[in-house]
C-alpha cells in the first residue's frame, strides 16, 4: 500500500484528525483533515524540543522550520509533485532523548516522508535512530556529535558541521587570533554542560588544547539545567585562566556570563565553541554588558547572500530573534524540499537517494553546493564571531569578515 | 583550592542558600511537630507556590517580593482548607492514611500543574536578580541577602506566634499532649489546620523569595523536599531551631561538596549528610529523646 492512499478508512480519520487538530492547536496548520486526501500534501516532521530546557532553541528551531514551509507553499508547494503542499507534523521532544523517540514513533505512523530537526546531540542521536528502523529519512538541523554521522544510518543527513571540523575551525582561529594579538593567552578553562554535546566538546578540546600550547587548568561540568554558577566562577577566579572557554545551552551560557560579571571576574577572553548564547542577538539585547567581547565559533548564516538577510527581517519583523537554530532549520527544510522535486515521489527511499545525490545550493549559509559523504554535508563550516557593540560580527574568515576581532579583552 | 578567596563566598553563599532551605524545612517540621504526620506535598504546594509568585509577575507584574505579602494568607487559607476538609476528615485518625493522601495530593497537584503549564523550565528575569552586596571578601547576590534577611524575621515571627499567643499555646499544647490539650476545652481539628496553614504559608514565602534567582517547573519542588526532609532529620524532627540550624548547615555542605566534587554531584554531601545523621544520632541535633 503506498502512503499516500486515498482510501479512507476510521483509523485513518481518527489519525490525520487527532494530527490536524494537534496541528491546529498551535495555530500553525489548519489544513482541515479530508483535504489531505484530496490535494495529496506531503507531510514533513518537525521535531524539536520546545519544552523543557531547551525550549528556547526548539522554539526557534520551529519558526525556522515553518517559516521555510510557509514560504514553499506560498509559492507553489513542491512542482515535481502537481504544487503538493507540504504539511508540518509537529512534535515536541521535551528535551530529552526519549521524548523525540517517542515523537518519532507517533510521525512515522502519521506517515510523514521525512523529519528534520532534533536540535541536541542528544535527541538526534536516538531520534535518528528510531527513524532508520522505519527507513525514514531524517535531517539534523543541528546536533554536531560526531557518531551522529558514522554509525552508518543511511537514513540520516547532516546539513551543519559536526565536532570534528567545528573544534578544528575553532582551535585554528583562536591560534591565529592569539598569534596576532601577540600570544597574551596561553592558559584556558572549560565549563560544560554535562551531556553529548558539552562533554564531547569537552574531550576534544582536553585533547586538542594542549597541541596548540594551550595549558587547560580544569574542565568544570555541569548539568543542563543549573541555575547557580557561583560556585563554577569561584573557580574560575581561584584559577585565573586567560581565556574561559564555555560548552553549554542557552540559558546556562547567559547566567554564567553574567555570573562572572556579578563577580566581577573578567579574564583575557571568552572564547566559546558552539557557545550556546554567544551569536544570539536575544543575548546581546538584554544582556549587553555580559555579552561584550565574547568570541564564538558558531554557525551562521552568509551575510552576503541576500536571501539570508531577507530572512533575517521577516524574522525580526515577527518580534523574534535571528538565532542559528533559524537558518538552520529554514535551511534544512529547503534542502528536503529540493530531495522531494528532484525525487519527484514522496516515498522515503527515493528522497534518501535524492538526498544522498544532492547538491542543492538555494540554503542561506555559507556552505556552497551540498554534498554529503556518508550523511555528512562536505562544505559544511562554522565561522566565528564576535559580540561588538549592540552587534554579532563575524570575525573570521576572512571572505567574509564584518570587524577585526577585539582580543584581549580591554580592562573594564 | 583551599584559599579563602573562594572558600568564605562559597561557605557565604551556602549559607544563603540554606536559609530559604530552612524555611522550606520549618513548614515541614511544624507540621510534623503537631500533627504527627509527613507532609509528602508539602514538595508540590511548594511548586505550586513558585507557579504563584511567577504568574503574579508575569500576569499582574507584581514583584515576588510584593506577591509574597498576598501570597502568604493565601497559601495559609489553603493550607487551612486542605488539613481541614480533605486531609483530616479522610484520615479517619489513621496516621498511616494521612501519609497516603498526602502523596495522593502530591501527585494531584504535581500533575494539574503539568496539565496547566507544560513540563517547560520558566525563569523570571529581574533587573535586581544580579546586584550583589559587596562585603570586599565576597559579593553576594542581593536576592540571595535579602531571603536569608526574610527568613530571620520570618522565623522569629513564627516563634513569638508560638510563644505569645493564646492560637501558640494552643499549637504547642496539642503538640505535646493531644488528648490533654482536648480535654481542656482545645478544638483540636481547628488547631491542626492552623498549623497545616502556618506551614504551607512559609512555603508561599520561601518562594516567593526562590524565584528571583531559581527557575519552575512541575517537578521542582521534590529537588527541595528532599533536602528539606534531610534537614529535619538533621534538625530534629519537629523542631524549629534545628530546622533552622540544620537548613543553614545542609547549605554550606551542598556549596561546598558543590565546589569540589563538581555541579553534577554538589548534592551527594547532603545525602551522605542524611545517612550519616540516621546512623550516628537518629533523633537529630536539637530533637527531643523519644
Given at each position: ?6 482510501q479512507l478508512?476510521?483509523r485513518?480519520?481518527l489519525?490525520?484528525?487527532a ?6 492547536v ?31 532553541s526548539g ?8 517559516i521555510?514551509?510557509?514560504?514553499i507553499n506560498a509559492?507553489g508547494g ?12 509537529l ?8 521524548g ?13 516522508a521525512?523529519?528534520?530537526g ?26 554536531v ?5 558514522t554509525r ?6 547532516r ?25 597574551p ?30 595549558q ?6 555541569h ?21 574561559v ?5 542557552y540559558?546556562?551560557y ?17 572564547y566559546?565553541v ?5 551569536s ?18 558558531n ?8 536571501k539570508?538577510l ?24 529547503l ?9 519527484g ?7 534518501i537517494?535524492?538526498?544522498e545525490?544532492s ?23 562554522p565561522?566565528?564571531?564576535q559580540?561588538l ?7 573570521f ?16 | 583550592?583551599?584559599?579563602p ?25 511544624l ?15 511548594l511548586?505550586?507556590?513558585m507557579?504563584?509568585?511567577f ?13 509574597a ?6 497559601f495559609?487559607a ?54 550583589v ?6 559579593f ?5 541577602v ?47 489546620a ?5 506551614g504551607?504559608a512559609?512555603?508561599a ?11 519552575v ?8 523536599v ?12 519537629g ?14 555542605v ?23 545523621v ?13
Amino acid at each position: 500500500m503506498s502512503h499516500w492512499s486515498a482510501q479512507l478508512t476510521r483509523r485513518h480519520l481518527l489519525q490525520t484528525t487527532a494530527v490536524s487538530a494537534a496541528a491546529a492547536v498551535t495555530g500553525l496548520v489548519n489544513a482541515p483533515a479530508l483535504l489531505r486526501a484530496q490535494g495529496s500534501p506531503v507531510k514533513l516532521g518537525v521535531l524539536h524540543p520546545v519544552s523543557g530546557a531547551l525550549s528556547y532553541s526548539g522554539q526557534q528551531g520551529r519558526l525556522g522550520a515553518t517559516i521555510a514551509i510557509e514560504e514553499i507553499n506560498a509559492a507553489g508547494g513542491i512542482k515535481a509533485l502537481g504544487g503538493a503542499k507540504i504539511e508540518a507534523v509537529l512534535g515536541d521532544a521535551q528535551s530529552t532523548p526519549e521524548g523525540g523517540n517517542a515523537e518519532v514513533e507517533k510521525m512515522n505512523s502519521a506517515n510523514v516522508a521525512a523529519i528534520i530537526g532534533g536540535y541536541a546531540s542528544s535527541i538526534c542521536l536516538t531520534a535518528s535512530q528510531t527513524a532508520a528502523r522505519y527507513d525514514l529519512p531524517y535531517v539534523v538541523d543541528v546536533g554536531v556529535a560526531d557518531n551522529i554521522v558514522t554509525r552508518g544510518l543511511k537514513n540520516t543527513f547532516r546539513f551543519g558541521p559536526g565536532f570534528g571540523v567545528i573544534a578544528k575551525t575553532a582551535l585554528d582561529n583562536l591560534v591565529t587570533i592569539n598569534d596576532q594579538a601577540g600570544k597574551p593567552a596561553k592558559t584556558a578553562m572549560i565549563v560544560h554542560e554535562d551531556s553529548l554535546f558539552g562533554s564531547g566538546l569537552a574531550k576534544l578540546l582536553n585533547a586538542q588544547l594542549p597541541e596548540r600550547d594551550f595549558q587547560v587548568l580544569e574542565t568544570i561540568p555541569h548539568p543542563t539545567p543549573t541555575r547557580d554558577f557561583n560556585n563554577v566562577v569561584l573557580k574560575i577566579k581561584a584559577q585565573n585562566p586567560d581565556l574561559v572557554i564555555p560548552a553549554n545551552y542557552y540559558n546556562e551560557y547567559v547566567l554564567l556570563a553574567r555570573t562572572m560579571q556579578q563577580q566581577r571576574v573578567r579574564q583575557k577572553g571568552i572564547y566559546s565553541v558552539l557557545g550556546g548564547a554567544a551569536s544570539s542577538y536575544k543575548f546581546v539585547k538584554e544582556f549587553p554588558e555580559a555579552a561584550q567581547y565574547i568570541m564564538d565559533c558558531n554557525h551562521w548564516f552568509d551575510p552576503r547572500n541576500p536571501k539570508a538577510l531577507a530572512l533575517k527581517k521577516k524574522v525580526e519583523d515577527r518580534g523574534q530573534f535571528y538565532t542559528y537554530e533559524v537558518f538552520m532549520n529554514f535551511s534544512c527544510v529547503l534542502l528536503v524540499a529540493d530531495a522531494l522535486e528532484r525525487a519527484g515521489s514522496a516515498e522515503r527511499a527515493k528522497i534518501i537517494t535524492a538526498l544522498e545525490n544532492s547538491t542543492f545550493s538555494g540554503h542561506v549559509m555559507p556552505y556552497g553546493p551540498t554534498k554529503f559523504v556518508n550523511g555528512q554535508n562536505q562544505g559544511a563550516a562554522p565561522v566565528n564571531t564576535q559580540v561588538l557593540g549592540n552587534d554579532i560580527q563575524v570575525i573570521f574568515p576572512q571572505t567574509f569578515a564584518t570587524a577585526k576581532p577585539v582580543f584581549p579583552m580591554p580592562r573594564a | 583550592m583551599l584559599s579563602p578567596v573562594i572558600l568564605v563566598p562559597a561557605v557565604l553563599n551556602g549559607l544563603l542558600t540554606g536559609a530559604v532551605y530552612g524555611l522550606i524545612a520549618l513548614g515541614l517540621t511544624l507540621i510534623y511537630g503537631v500533627l504527627h504526620i509527613i507532609n509528602f506535598a508539602h514538595g508540590a504546594l511548594l511548586t505550586a507556590a513558585m507557579f504563584a509568585a511567577f504568574f503574579a509577575h508575569r500576569f499582574l507584574g507584581l514583584d515576588p517580593y510584593l506577591a509574597a505579602i498576598g501570597l502568604t494568607p493565601l497559601f495559609f487559607a489553603l493550607g487551612y482548607s486542605l488539613q481541614r476538609f480533605v486531609i483530616g476528615p479522610t484520615a479517619h485518625g489513621e496516621d498511616r492514611n494521612i501519609l497516603l493522601v498526602t502523596l495522593g495530593l502530591a501527585v494531584v497537584i504535581e500533575n494539574a500543574l503539568l496539565y496547566a503549564f507544560g513540563a517547560d523550565t520558566r525563569t523570571l528575569n529581574l533587573d535586581y536578580a544580579f546586584n550583589v552586596v559587596d562585603l570586599g571578601i565576597a559579593f553576594l547576590a542581593l536576592p540571595r541577602v535579602i531571603g536569608l534577611g526574610v527568613v530571620l524575621a520570618v522565623a522569629l515571627a513564627l516563634w513569638l506566634i508560638l510563644s505569645l499567643t493564646d492560637t501558640g499555646k494552643a499549637i504547642r499544647a496539642v503538640a505535646k499532649e493531644k488528648l490533654g490539650a482536648e480535654l481542656s476545652g482545645i478544638d483540636v481539628g481547628h488547631i491542626y489546620a492552623v498549623t497545616f496553614g502556618l506551614g504551607t504559608a512559609c512555603l508561599a514565602i520561601a518562594a516567593c523569595l526562590l524565584i528571583p534567582t531559581y527557575y519552575v517547573n512541575p517537578h521542582i519542588g521534590n529537588a527541595f523536599v528532599l533536602v528539606a526532609f534531610t534537614i529535619v532529620v538533621l534538625g530534629g524532627m519537629g523542631s524549629v531551631t534545628g530546622a533552622l540550624v540544620g537548613g543553614l548547615f545542609i547549605g554550606v555542605v551542598e556549596s561546598l561538596s558543590g565546589l569540589y566534587l563538581g555541579e553534577s554531584l554538589g548534592q551527594i554531601g547532603i545525602f551522605v549528610m542524611f545517612i550519616l545523621v540516621l546512623l550516628l544520632r537518629p533523633r537529630g541535633l536539637f530533637g527531643e529523646r523519644a
